[in-house]
Every structure is written in structure tokens, then in C-alpha cells.
């Protein structure tokens, strides 16, 4: 039975066996393996080299045949031990058999331009595209590259999601660092492009002046913490006796936009306005408090700079020496000396004779008669300082008087009242004070007479007739007259008041004639007598050439400009320090360029493209005749417009530095037309930029 039993499993085994034969032979009858390159089948299903044909992306040639980049050395492989395959060629030269060319264009990857492809790229497959080397948990570039990814940094998007290649090219490129297209214009493929007149140079030249592409510690991605990074080019503006808040805490773009503006200097708005959004409220500042600015401003009766001209009137923005960051100096103790040099900042608009005669009729409506109550304060032992009295932004009552005078730590009523004539007060410091300006038996009858000479007729069709016009500085008197020349003119019934009589430019360019002057100042004043200004005349000669349009002779002469062309060739192949020189502009209220003018400003061009290091200031000054903001126009127009010409004159916008002063900058007095026509000036600065 034993011997029954295990024949019977022999047979049943041998049985199964059989059927496995038989079904994998039916499986390779119904399934043939198709026909392939027998190298191909040795080295990748032979058990050797499987592994190069498992990844996700495979390179072309390990699909087709291994002897497209593969031959063998001539031994017998694989009985022989060593190496006895070689590539057909060196890299980079045998991927360049199928990949275009990757180093012809001016930057090139260093692995490229080493010809190393395999310091990226894996010649068989990868789990990666474009089969690169990199693991899951790793990212390729960092193999080479050093950057810090630290947590507390803040990092650009592409760099953050590893997407390198939206701005550089891995292989070639024709611009710095491989970037796909130049800066700033790579940059504006995500961000929006500014389209403002006037744009921040780094701005307009490569982002990465102020911005790191990768990773950066700062906000915004910034190379440095403001304000560092804008004193990287800037002056520094923090150095002075008193600093503006924003800078002191070094915030910048709270007033400027660091990309670019409609406004110069990138203001974010215009300069009252954008002071009203901090000075709209009270400000605690160390030991002190700022008012509520934007609230004075408000009242019934604004100071006219602060309503009118902006801030920038009296306070430099970012630091000045003297203190609330004023213009000029200004005390601001409550008793102080009574002379000009203390109350700098307001006589730069305000005569400072209304504090420096005991006895006026026309410095001040504030006296009694012609006992002058300014100087009656001021010129004490213990001298009031102008604010005891006067809010410098604005009240509610006229002459900006103040609600209450400091006293001590009181806070005492000034109880002001104007009058027709006059007016009253009662601060609590003296008894009730009365004044009147009324001057008792006073005659007026101001008059002007004057004759108009012309030397040399000769020529002339007829006797030419002058335009004259007399204008006070008040505007409140304006008159012109028609003057034959050589006869004698007379203007009576004048009010009070500086007055200037000015002879027509135009009209003078028109008759080809030349005028010592162009302009007289005379005063009309109250007296029981009554004033005449006589011989007012105005002596004329022929010019032997007409000057039209806007060739009109402001200067600078022939000579001035010999003198700056020789000077400017002293300083060939030399470092220049400091150049600063003056030209004039006669004609009154005048801003056109002569021929001169242009020769002039040219010379100063073909320098500057010569010494590139050069930078070039412009600042315009006026006279002090006519209202503040049309002398800041009129300096900033003279400023402007040479400017503009330089820039004509193929000097880049960022050289130039163009600033209007108005007249808070004379040279002489105004008082006469010879100390009036050095106050119209424009002042050509020339230094090394460091």
C-alpha cells in the first residue's frame, strides 16, 4: 500500500509539472518579446545595468541603443574586469551631437562653459525634468549656490517655490547672472511698471540697488534697513542740531516714493498736505508737545505763507540748525533781543522796520498815531518775543493774535479787539491798552514827475513813445502811461507806499534802444507837506543791433564767459572740488536765455560728458519785488529752464540738481536797481559727485 501511495504522488507531480510547462509555453507562443538590439538587451535586462531604466524621465539614448554614447575599448566585456566601454566623444561636444549649443551667447553658466553636463543633468534618467540630478528633499542649485534660506527672512516667490529658472537661464545667457531679460524689464514681467514723470534713478536702472531677487532680512526684500540704504547715495540727513521725526527714525518713504513720483523730490503729495497727515493732531515729542497744525491752519485767519506758499516756506523737511526746523533763525524764549538777527526767518517777507523806529506813519499799523507799539515791545530790557503775541500758522482773530499769552505757568486771555482804526487788549499783564492809527492835520498828495531822454534820434522815423508802469508792492496800485520821449510826464494822487516805475522790455528791444535801468524804487510817504518824487527819468540810447524774442541780453557777458572757459581748462585731467559762479538776468522778471547764456551753459555740458564724476547745482534767485510765491516761480522758472537745457545738451537728468530760492537769498540790497539786478541771479555750482 506504502509503494502504491507514493507512485501515485510521483505521478500526480510529474503531472503539474507538465501543465506549467505547457501554459508558459503557450504565454511565449501568444505573447512573443519583440525583436530588440541585443547590446541594448544585455545591458539593460541583464541584471547589470536595470537600475538606469526605472526613472521617471528617460534620456532618448538609453531608450534606443547605449552605443549612441557608448563604445566598447576592445575588451571582452563582461568576462574582463576594468572599464571597457569609452563615450564616442568628450562633453561637451557629444551632447552637442543632438542639444543645440548652450555656450554661444556673453554670460555662460560655469558647468557649461566647463563643459561638465553632468554636474546637472544625468546622461541616463532622473525622478526629475530635464532628468537633473537633484533628490526629492534636496534642491539642485544649492549644490553650488549659497544662500540664506534662515526662517526669520523674508524671500522672493520664485526663490521661495525654487522656481530659478522664471528668472535666470540654467545654460546661457546675453544678460548679468543668466536673467532671462534685463533689469528692471525681467522685473516688470510681475510687477507693474511706473509710468510717473519723475522716476528714482536705481529705479529706472536695475532693482537690485536697493532690492536683494532672493532672500533678504529686511522688508521688501531691501539690501539694507532704511534709512542706511538711502544714505548708501544720499547725503546723510541726520546730522543736523535738530532732525525731523520720520528721519530720526529713519523712515523715509513716509514722505517719498521710492520707485517714483508725478512730484520732484517722489514726494507722495504735495508738502502741506502730506505734513497735515502726521500734523493733524497733537504730537508728544521728549520734554514737549507739537500742536494740531492742521487745526490752526483752519481758523478764520491762516498766516498767508502757511496757506498759500506750503510748508517748505520756513521748515526744512529733514533737519535744520536752528530749532522746529526752521529756515532761518527764530528764538523761541519768551524774552529775547530785540534786533533783527532774532527774527531772521520772518523778515525774509516782513520789513524789519516795523520793530526798529519809535516812530512810524507807514512801518506798521500797529501805533498810536505815529508811536510805533512794536518797537515799544521789542526794544525793552525784557524784549516780548513776537509768538507771546502771534500765532505763526493761524487764529481766529486778525493780525494772527492769540487767544492767550503765556505768563509764567498761566495761560492768560489777550482779550484783542480790532477797530476801524486801530485797536485794543487786555491780557492781564498791563491794564486795558487803546491805540489809533488816525494822524491828525496829515497832508497827502504823493506825485511822481519825470522826463525820458533819448541821446541819439538819429535814424529814427519819428520821436518813439515809452510805455511806463508804476506799481506799488502792494498791488494796490498799478498804472501805466504812454510817454513821448523827451517830454516830462507827471502822476499825482499816489497812496502811500514802495513803489518801482519800470520802462517795457519789449518795447525797448523793439526800438533797438538800451536803458541804463529798467526800473526806479521810490517811496511815497504821509506828511503835512505832501511828497513829490521828482526826476524820475529814464535816459535811452540807440543799440546797434536789434535783439528779439527771447535773445534777450541777460548775461553772461563776453567776458564772464572767457573767464569760466578758461577756468573749466585749468581743470582738465584735474579732480574738481568746487566751481560755483553767478550770471544775471537784467530785464526785470526776466527768464529767458541769451545767445551768451546758451555758449555759456554749453561749455559747462561738454565738460560734464568729459568728467563724468561732475554734477552740476542750479539754484534761481529774484529781487524782493512782487508777492513771495511769484518770486519762488519766477527763481524756479530761471532754474528750470537751464535745466532743461542742459539736458538738451545730452546731460543726464541725474547730474543735475535745480532749486528756486525766490528772494531769501540776496546779494545786495534791493533798495537800489543796481543792488536788485545782482539779487536776479542764477548761481552755476560745479562739484565732483563723491
Not at 574582463?80 to 568628450?90: D, M, V
Not at 569760466?564 to 572740488?577: G, H, S
Request: glycine fraction near 6%.
Amino acid at each position: 500500500m506504502i509503494k502504491r501511495a507514493l507512485i501515485l504522488i510521483l505521478v500526480l507531480i510529474g503531472i503539474g509539472i507538465g501543465i506549467v510547462i505547457g501554459i508558459a509555453s503557450l504565454a511565449i507562443l501568444a505573447f512573443p518579446k519583440p525583436q530588440e538590439d541585443s547590446e541594448e538587451l544585455s545591458c539593460t535586462l541583464s541584471g547589470c545595468h536595470e537600475d538606469y531604466i526605472k526613472y521617471k524621465v528617460l534620456h532618448s539614448p538609453s531608450q534606443d541603443d547605449c552605443t549612441n554614447c557608448h563604445e566598447a575599448s576592445g575588451s571582452q566585456h563582461p568576462a574582463t574586469p576594468g572599464n571597457e566601454f569609452a563615450l564616442t566623444s568628450a562633453q561637451p561636444e557629444l551632447c552637442y551631437d543632438c542639444h543645440d549649443p548652450k555656450n554661444e551667447k556673453k554670460v555662460v553658466h560655469a558647468p557649461v562653459s566647463d563643459g561638465d553636463c553632468t554636474t546637472c543633468h544625468s546622461p541616463h534618467g532622473s525622478s526629475q525634468n530635464f532628468m537633473l540630478l537633484q533628490a526629492d528633499d534636496e534642491f539642485l542649485c544649492y549644490n553650488c549656490h549659497d544662500f540664506d534660506t534662515s526662517k526669520k527672512n523674508r524671500k522672493h516667490s520664485p526663490f521661495e517655490e525654487k522656481e530659478c529658472m522664471n528668472c535666470h537661464n540654467p545654460h546661457q545667457s546675453d544678460n548679468a547672472s543668466l536673467l532671462n531679460l534685463p533689469s528692471p524689464d525681467l522685473c516688470f514681467e510681475c510687477h507693474d511698471k511706473l509710468e510717473q514723470e519723475n522716476l528714482h534713478p536705481p529705479y529706472e536702472e536695475d532693482c537690485i540697488n536697493c532690492h536683494n531677487p532672493h532672500t533678504s532680512p529686511v522688508e521688501f526684500l531691501l539690501n539694507e534697513h532704511q534709512p542706511e540704504l538711502c544714505y548708501e547715495c544720499h547725503d546723510r540727513k541726520d546730522e543736523q542740531k535738530v532732525v525731523h521725526g520720520p528721519v530720526l527714525e529713519g523712515k523715509c518713504t513716509l514722505c517719498h516714493n521710492p520707485h517714483g513720483a508725478d512730484r520732484e523730490n517722489f514726494l507722495t503729495n504735495d508738502d502741506t498736505k502730506m505734513c497735515l497727515n502726521c500734523h493733524r493732531r497733537t504730537i508728544k515729542v521728549k520734554d514737549r508737545k507739537i500742536p494740531n497744525i492742521k487745526r490752526k491752519m483752519s481758523r478764520k485767519y491762516p498766516h498767508d505763507p502757511v496757506e498759500n506758499d506750503g510748508c517748505l516756506t520756513c521748515h526744512f523737511p529733514h533737519g535744520s540748525e536752528y530749532s522746529n526746523l526752521l529756515n532761518a533763525k527764530f528764538e523761541t524764549t519768551s524774552y529775547v533781543l530785540g534786533a533783527e538777527q532774532s527774527f531772521e526767518l520772518c523778515f525774509g517777507c516782513h520789513d524789519s522796520e516795523m520793530f526798529e523806529k519809535d516812530s512810524t506813519s507807514t512801518a506798521t499799523n500797529f501805533r498810536d498815531q505815529t508811536r510805533n507799539l512794536h518797537y515799544l515791545h521789542i526794544n525793552l530790557n525784557k524784549a516780548r518775543n513776537c509768538i507771546l503775541c502771534h500765532d505763526v500758522h493761524g487764529s481766529d482773530s486778525p493780525y494772527l493774535i492769540r487767544d492767550e499769552v503765556t505768563f509764567g505757568k498761566w495761560q492768560l486771555p489777550i482779550n484783542y479787539t480790532a477797530s476801524d482804526n486801530g485797536g485794543s487788549c487786555f491780557p492781564g499783564c498791563h491794564a486795558r491798552k487803546d491805540y489809533n492809527q488816525y494822524i491828525a492835520k496829515v497832508f497827502v498828495d504823493g506825485s511822481i514827475k519825470g522826463i525820458i531822454n533819448i541821446t541819439d534820434t538819429k535814424g529814427m522815423p519819428e520821436v518813439p513813445t515809452i510805455t511806463i508802469r508804476i506799481r506799488n508792492t502792494k498791488k494796490t496800485f498799478d498804472k501805466t502811461l504812454s510817454i513821448k520821449a523827451g517830454s516830462e510826464f507827471e502822476l499825482g494822487d499816489i497812496p502811500p507806499g514802495d513803489y518801482m516805475a519800470m520802462l517795457d522790455q519789449a518795447q525797448i528791444n523793439d526800438l533797438q534802444l538800451m536803458a541804463n535801468t529798467l526800473n526806479r524804487v521810490f517811496t511815497i510817504k504821509k506828511s503835512t507837506i505832501g511828497d513829490l518824487v521828482e526826476n524820475l527819468n529814464f535816459e535811452l540810447k540807440p543799440v546797434p543791433i536789434a535783439v528779439k524774442g527771447d535773445e534777450i541780453d541777460n548775461l553772461p557777458d563776453p567776458e564772464g564767459l572767457a573767464e569760466m572757459i578758461a577756468d573749466l581748462k585749468q581743470y582738465k585731467n584735474k579732480t574738481l572740488k568746487n566751481y560755483t559762479k553767478s550770471f544775471y538776468f537784467k530785464p526785470f522778471r526776466s527768464a529767458a536765455l541769451s545767445n551768451e547764456a546758451k555758449k555759456y551753459l554749453k561749455t559747462i555740458a561738454e565738460f560734464m560728458k568729459k568728467n563724468p564724476k561732475t554734477e552740476i547745482g542750479i539754484i534761481g534767485h529774484t529781487d524782493n519785488f512782487g508777492a513771495l510765491m511769484e518770486n519762488q516761480s519766477l527763481s524756479d522758472k530761471r532754474a528750470k529752464i537751464i535745466l532743461d537745457y542742459m539736458i538738451e545738451n545730452g546731460i543726464a537728468k541725474s547730474r543735475l540738481h535745480q532749486r528756486g530760492l525766490g528772494a531769501r537769498s540776496p546779494v545786495a540790497s534791493n533798495d537800489t536797481p543796481e543792488g536788485s539786478n545782482k539779487n536776479n541771479r542764477v548761481e552755476i555750482r560745479l562739484f565732483e559727485a563723491e
